[in-house]
């Protein structure tokens, strides 16, 4: 069994957390913010780089690195792995679609049916843009399970589990409904004044790619979420 590890908080940035490490993975808390890895022709810090970094203990010259298992959108704050071996991203990537990986995201409006699963192809355009398709030679099937958990008249709490892994789906799949993640501009409302995008990857389970034992690491909502979901008349003139 891998030995788990302390990490060692001198080579983290302020708002990154490491949930756990061993000789084999590593899971950390993504703040809303941070890239996961650069984008083509980007300059800016990445969860990637910082954690490559760490790895090394700030030794640019040492040969480890940490492998991406998978990624969140840049605004998107929660749960993400990272392998620290290449076998062990291959078995992680091998068994994904056996990991159960649980978001909350807070919508404009309320969904209806309170629960439920959304289903659609997804295909992207040439401005890099998602979107559905009845076409399935154009996109790939994606399912999205949604339950309502609460609503203050404005905005509505959703629980979601990704049923399938698909680039924006969980974005694409609200708008779908009718009710856009707060703070999506490119999904949503291009004038939405919130800053963040109200997503969080709240939970993941998967099977350790070592010795296969199960893991569950789940995360709080953050606080700016959190606000959002108090009663529209607390909210103003905040």
């Known amino acids: 069994m891998p030995s788990k590890k302390k990490p060692c908080r001198k080579h983290l940035p302020r708002g990154l957390d490491i949930l756990y490490e061993d000789e084999a993975i590593l899971v950390v808390r993504k703040p809303a913010g941070l890239l996961t890895m650069a984008a083509?022709?980007?300059?800016?810090?990445?969860?990637?780089?910082?954690?490559?970094?760490?790895?090394?203990?700030?030794?640019?010259?040492?040969?480890?690195?940490?492998?991406?298992?998978?990624?969140?959108?840049?605004?998107?704050?929660?749960?993400?792995?990272?392998?620290?071996?290449?076998?062990?991203?291959?078995t992680l990537q091998g068994n994904w679609e056996q990991t159960e990986k649980k978001y909350m995201a807070v919508v404009w409006g309320r969904p209806t049916p309170d629960a439920g699963t959304i289903s659609s192809y997804l295909a992207e355009n040439k401005a890099f843009?998602?979107?559905?398709?009845?076409?399935?030679?154009?996109?790939?099937?994606s399912h999205t399970a949604y339950r309502v958990v609460r609503d203050n008249g404005q905005f509505s709490l959703v629980e979601i589990t990704l049923l399938t892994g698909r680039k924006n789906q969980i974005r694409v799949h609200l708008?779908?409904?009718?009710?856009?993640?707060?703070?999506?501009?490119?999904?949503?409302?291009?004038?939405?004044?919130?800053?963040?995008?109200?997503?969080?990857?709240?939970?993941?389970?998967?099977?350790?790619p070592v010795d296969g034992r199960p893991m569950s690491f789940e995360t709080p909502m953050p606080d700016e979420l959190q606000r959002l979901m108090k009663k529209p008349r607390e909210t103003e003139g905040e």
């Not at 490559?52 to 480890?64: I, L, Q």
Request: charged share 30%; proline share 3%.
């Open 175 to 208: 708008a779908d409904k009718g009710c856009p993640i707060v703070g999506d501009r490119k999904y949503g409302m291009s004038k939405d004044a919130h800053r963040r995008l109200a997503l969080h990857a709240r939970s993941i389970s998967f099977k350790h």
């Open 129 to 141: 843009k998602v979107y559905s398709t009845n076409d399935s030679s154009k996109g790939k099937l």
């Open 40 to 90: 083509q022709g980007s300059r800016d810090k990445t969860l990637y780089a910082v954690l490559t970094d760490y790895v090394r203990k700030g030794n640019p010259k040492s040969p480890r690195r940490v492998y991406i298992v998978h990624r969140l959108d840049q605004w998107t704050s929660g749960v993400l792995i990272f392998a620290k071996t290449e076998d062990a991203k291959l």
